[in-house]
């Protein structure tokens, strides 16, 4: 696609449900990151992929968050047994390597747990 | 570990002001620093970027120069434009342990007034 896409861009949930948040990078970039935003916070990373490869998962909050990216393309962010202090905007970036070239990132994925 | 430290805002200008949003960070090897803008509505998108000491990178009528010996990355513009009112984000690179992520400040909210 033209860019990066995320879906739902808005999920409200019940305290206790799962919740699976989706990005589609852009076609061909080999690297995928997640990143969490609370309001009016900067971006903090939780993880990223090189193709299906989870390189670094060390900002995932704790086990109740996985992610995966089984093709190499399109990733799934899951949050298991929601807590409202998961409420936050949930960010999908890609690029392609290295890091210093431009990420691109999505519109986010507002997640509200009531 | 790497982190940003950011002007706090809000800022609110006249058009036509000159703006410098201050940005500092501690890091460990060599990072590269970005300055990303994100839009009301919009996601996030790379602004401007330089990748070794003394770079400056711009964009836009908007400049930042990579000055290592004070490690700040200060965001200026000669005459804002109503246009220019977005939230801004200073970041770097972090590479440390084979790790590729972006370590981003809280964000400066900037406002201008016609």
């Known amino acids: 696609g033209a860019g990066v896409s995320q879906s739902p861009r808005y999920k409200v949930t019940k305290r206790g449900q799962d919740v699976a948040l989706r990005c589609d990078p852009i076609?061909?970039?080999?690297?995928l990151y997640w990143y969490r935003q609370a309001l009016g916070q900067g971006p903090e990373f939780l993880t990223y992929?090189?193709?299906?490869?989870?390189?670094?998962k060390s900002g995932l909050p704790n086990d109740r968050f996985s992610a995966e990216r089984p093709e190499g393309s399109i990733s799934t962010l899951t949050i298991q047994r929601t807590e409202q202090r998961d409420s936050a905007m949930y960010r999908c970036?890609?690029?392609?390597?290295?890091?210093?070239?431009?990420?691109?990132f999505g519109q986010g994925t507002r997640l509200t747990v009531v | 570990g790497n982190s940003v430290t950011q002007m706090e805002g809000p800022v609110t200008l006249s058009e036509e002001a000159f703006l410098t949003i201050n940005c500092t960070y501690t890091?460990?090897?060599?990072?590269?620093l970005f300055w990303y803008v994100q839009y009301p509505g919009e996601g996030l998108q790379l602004l401007l970027k330089a990748t070794k000491a003394d770079d400056k990178g711009s964009n836009k009528g908007f400049e930042a120069t990579y000055r290592k010996e004070t490690t700040s990355f200060h965001l200026e513009k000669g005459s804002v434009q109503v246009s220019d009112s977005a939230v801004y984000f200073c970041?770097?690179?972090?590479?440390?342990?084979?790790?590729?992520?972006?370590?981003f400040g809280k964000g400066t909210k900037l406002t201008v007034n016609p």
């Open positions: 076609s061909g970039h080999v690297s």
């Open positions: 890091a460990t090897g060599y990072p590269s």
């Open positions: 970036a890609s690029s392609h390597p290295p890091m210093n070239t431009e990420a691109f």
């Open positions: 970041a770097l690179s972090d590479q440390e342990g084979g790790s590729e992520k972006l370590v």
């Open positions: 992929f090189n193709y299906e490869a989870q390189q670094d």
